[in-house]
Structures are given as structure tokens and as C-alpha cells.
């Protein structure tokens, strides 16, 4: 399940941003170091094959819906980690530029629970260990299931958490969970079953190739950089999330830290140059200054309701309606008259 | 969507980028920054803020108009997407029951409010992203990460993956086609067959890449991906990226739909 822009704050979306591209410096310098360039067109071609593999369905058994291919677990058992997210760092961008999937400010978010998960943290903790190296089937099978359903629950799990930080949501955690975990735990075992049967087939018809790609992939060298690198990006993510938390409870991110940094909630007035002169232009254009009616008779209440409540007084939310309408018709006669224009060029 | 529906409509909004606008022939890289600035700023609004979303419409609108990009292609497109934005926002109207205002005698409750917000930013957001490629090849905004540091590694990978998708997606159709021809109902479709139709394509990528490698090898590839195109940021690009910024800046801090209204409310006094 992809996270969407729109339910995200701008600190859960750097913080997940810069997380997931120390991740991609890391994972990218690791192999330029160590592989040679086969492995360049092999991961561009099989984020390719991500796609296309996605677009092939098959039928769920027992169900009649269908599904399709993930694609995170079987890449970094095929690839190893590094490449792995790199490949699902780029098929994602290319999701999220063209079916618009997700969307720009969202693709950290969705790299970190797509790739990260299963590269860093599925797949070198639970699927090689559970493995050991054999290449016995059932055993891949219940590797892969395992790690298929961790990995899963990990980005679902996640995505929750992105969401809630970012305060766009009203679900309750409890809610949300319950919402989430359950589907993401049968897609999860389909995905491992399916992502075991490829690697046992590609084992069976062709063991030669799964040898090659494993001998031109790095082994773990390096390890100080690495975990460097983790708790930086981990600690990122956390730091990120609970200045989030607190930015939300506060009527406006910005404003908050524009209080932080002034000591009171609006930037210090300028008394020289052209901003006084505006100041001026403004309080003369205003009809009614500072953005609320004032609270006479008619209706009192409205004015001191809940101060979780910036700008949606009575008096705002008049002169905003009104101003929506005139600001929408006049962005679409711009677009109908450039258009027309256009038009007639043509 | 269905397979084909899919297929096309990448190769659409690629096709999209070969205009010839002023729009497409900004520099990619400002291009980019002004879509990332773009998507920063409305996503900084806070819950409960609509009326002040309204004004920044006019930056796709513009992006739309003036590159001359199908409107209902970008709409298409945009729904086709929406249902996990809707999916989690509309539990705002529900959980959400305060009296946030009342307009001509129907009240209105505060998560109505937020998940209108929620909706404006999910249309801004995809609609902005999208016109980015449509306005920008694909290559132009990998070309653009390259130059803005991104590292060569990676955007090979993005350049490469491009390349091979609409190989590797009629190799996957011709197979989707052969399964159909031979399967009745749902039989033939289950995944004893789908995983080794998986494992034939992953067996028939990997030698592609082979062969792929071999022919750059014979070509002298050294790691990266070259440009050819010469850019340079020139002084529209500037004027673009100024704009922008100020745009965005206006429109973020100070409450100009309000003020609108709020004249034209008086006007009719």
C-alpha cells in the first residue's frame, strides 16, 4: 500500500526523505566499491522486470480475486541488499512519476517501507539465518513466507505510523492497525509462497545464473560504516517522528517554529523599506482586519470555540468561501482563456 | 485498469514530453525544484486549511494551459489513484463531529473540512507530479537528479529501467496473451503456472542483461550515463524559478483568498 502526499506533514516527509536517500548513499557507495559493471544494466533491467512481472496476475486459491508479484522480498534475495534497494528505489520513483502512485514527497516514505524493510532489515536477519545457505526448497518456502509477512508488517505498520505523525488523519491507532495488519498479513503469505516458487523454479531451470549474480554481489564488509549509517538514518526517522508529533498538537507546524525562533508567533514587523508600505496598502484594503468578524451579538460563541481551531471563525471562513469562489473562477478562466488562445494559434 | 490501458498510458504521458512549449523547454532542473518547492508548500498546510489551498491550483493550471497537456488525461490518471487518499481521509467526517461552522443554516463538522483538505492536497500534489513528466522526459528529470548530485549509480538504474520497460511490458503481454489463449475460466490462471511464467521472464531478463552488458562493454561504458544535450540555466529559467518562489511565498504566508473575499464582500456592501 502506498503512502500519499496528502496525508502527509512536511516533517514526517524530510524525515523519511532523508533516511531513505542515506540509505540509497550508502547502498549506491557500497557497490560502486565492490561489484563490477554487469551489475548495472542486470538491476536496471530487472526493475523492468518488477513491472512486468506486476502486470502478469494470477488467481488467489480458494478466492477468485488476484493477485501479483510485490517484488521487494524477491529482489533482495536475488540480488542482495544493496542493489536490491536500489532496484526498489527506482521502480517506485518510476511509479510514483508516472501512475503518480503515492506521489514526490511521499516516495521517501514509500521507499523506506518497500525497500528498507525487507534489504536491510528482513532479509539479513531473518531470511539468510532461517536459510543457512541451503538451497533445499522447503526451506527456502518457509523462509521466504516468514520474511515475506515480517517485511509486510514492518511497511504496513509504518504507514500507520507516517500517517498518524502526520496528523491529516483522524484513525485512532488501535483502529488503523486493526485496518491494516490483517490484509497485509494474507497478501504477505501469498507473496512469500509465490516469491519461494520463483526462486526454487529459476533454481531448478537455471542454478548457474542465482550463482553468478551471488558471486559478483558483495559479501558484508564494512560493517562500522554501516551501522553508523543505520543509527543515523533510524535516529533520523525518530527524531522526525516525535518533532512531527509535537508540530501537530501546535496549531501550525511553522508557526510553531516560527515561535520558537522569535518568541512569539508572528515574524517581527519591519519598519523600514517597502513592508510598512504594504502594511499600510493592507489595513486600508482590509475591510475587516485581522481575518474575524468581531464577535458581536449575532453569534458570540463562534469566536472562542476550541483554539484547535485556527482560522475557521465565522468571520474567516466567510471572506474565505467567497474568496475560493472568486480565486477558482478566476484560475479557470486563465485556464479556458489560454486554452482558447491556444486554440485558435493552432 | 486493466493491462493494455496501463501500457499505453505510460507511453502517452512520454509522448506528452516531445512538445514543443515554452513550459517543455524550461530547464529540467528548475523544473524539478520549483515541482519539489511546489509539493513542499502545500503539504505544510496545516489539517483543517482549504481556502488558502484554492490559489495554488493555478500552478498546474498554468503547467496545463500553457504546455498543452490533455486536461482529462491528468484527471484519468489522478483518479485512478485516489482510493487509498479517500480510503484513509474519509474516517475524518466520521471520527470527527465538531460544529466547525455553519454556512447558510447547514453545519458543518470539522472533518468534512479536513477531508476536503485532504483532497485538495491529493489533487495538487498527483497533478503536479504528473505534469512534471509530461512537461519533462522521463531522461530530462533523470539528467536533472544527476546534475543535482544524486549519484550515477542510481540514475543509471532509473534510465535503464525506462529503457527496458516497454520491452519487458510487451514480452509480459505477449505472455499474458499466450496464458489466456490456453487457460479456461480460472483454470490455468493459479500460481503453480504463474510462478514459473515469473521464473521464465526473470531467466529470459537476466540473459537480456547479458547481452545488454556485452553490447555497452563493446561501446565503452564506464560506469555512467552520459547527456548529450548541453544545458545551461538561462535567464528564463531564472525568471521561472523566481516566480515560483514567490508565488508560493505570497500565497503560503499571506492570507490572499481571504482578503479577496473579503473585498468583494465589501464591494457589494
Known sequence: MHMADALLSPAVGTTLWAGTVAVGGYASKKLKAQIDDRMIPLMGV?????????????????????????????LAIL?????????????????????????????????????????FLVYPLIYKPLTGGS??????????????????QFGAFSVVMETLLSGKSELPLGAFVLLMQPIHLAISIIEGFVTAGIINYVRGARPEILDSIAASRPLGAGISLKKVMMTFAVLAVITGGALSWCASTHPDGL???VEKIYGRGELPEQE??????????????????DYSFKPEGNNPKKAETAPAWPGIEAG???????GAVIVLGMIVLIGVGIRSFRGRDA | MTFDTLYFDIG?????????????????????????????????????EVVALVPFFLFPVLLMTIGEIPVWFIIKKMIIVSP??????????????RTAAVIFGVSLSAGWISFLSILMKFALTISVALLLIATTSFSGVCHALRRLGFPALFVSQLLFLYRYLFVLMEEAMRIIRARDMRSFGTRGTGMKVFMRLIGTLFIRTVNRAERIYCAMLSRGFQGDIPSLKKVHIAFIDLAFMATTIAFLVVFRFFRVTEEIGRLAQGLFR
Open chain 1, 255 to 257: 508557526e510553531w517554529s
Open chain 1, 79 to 119: 540480488l542482495g541488499p544493496h542493489a536490491a534497494f536500489l532496484v526498489m528505489a527506482s521502480v517506485l520513483t518510476v511509479q510514483a512519476l508516472f501512475f503518480a502512485d503515492g506521489g514526490l514527497l511521499a516516495l521517501g516514505c514509500n521507499i523506506w517501507n518497500l525497500g528498507f524493510y525487507p534489504c
Open chain 1, 272 to 289: 523600514h523599506g517597502i513592508a510598512p508600505v504594504l502594511k499600510d496598502l493592507q489595513e486600508k484594503t482590509a475591510f475587516l482586519p
Open chain 1, 46 to 74: 530487472l526493475g523492468a522486470f518488477i513491472f512486468a512481472a506486476q502486470m502478469i496476475n494470477f488467481t488467489i486459491p480458494g478466492t477468485g480475486s488476484s493477485g501479483h508479484l510485490g517484488g521487494g522480498m524477491i
Open chain 1, 135 to 152: 538451497k533445499n526448497p522447503g526451506r527456502i518456502l518457509a523462509a521466504s513466507i516468514a520474511s515475506a509477512v515480517v517485511a509486510l
Open chain 2, 12 to 48: 502517452r504521458l512520454d509522448r506528452l514530453s516531445y512538445r514543443d512549449t515554452f513550459v517543455h523547454h524550461l530547464d529540467p532542473r528548475a523544473k524539478v525544484i520549483a515541482t519539489m518547492l511546489f509539493l513542499f508548500t502545500v503539504i505544510s498546510f496545516p489539517k483543517y
Open chain 1, 316 to 322: 474567516t471562513s466567510v471572506s474565505g468561501i467567497v
Open chain 2, 84 to 97: 487509498f487518499a479517500i480510503f484513509i481521509g474519509i474516517f475524518n467526517p466520521i471520527l470527527d463531529t
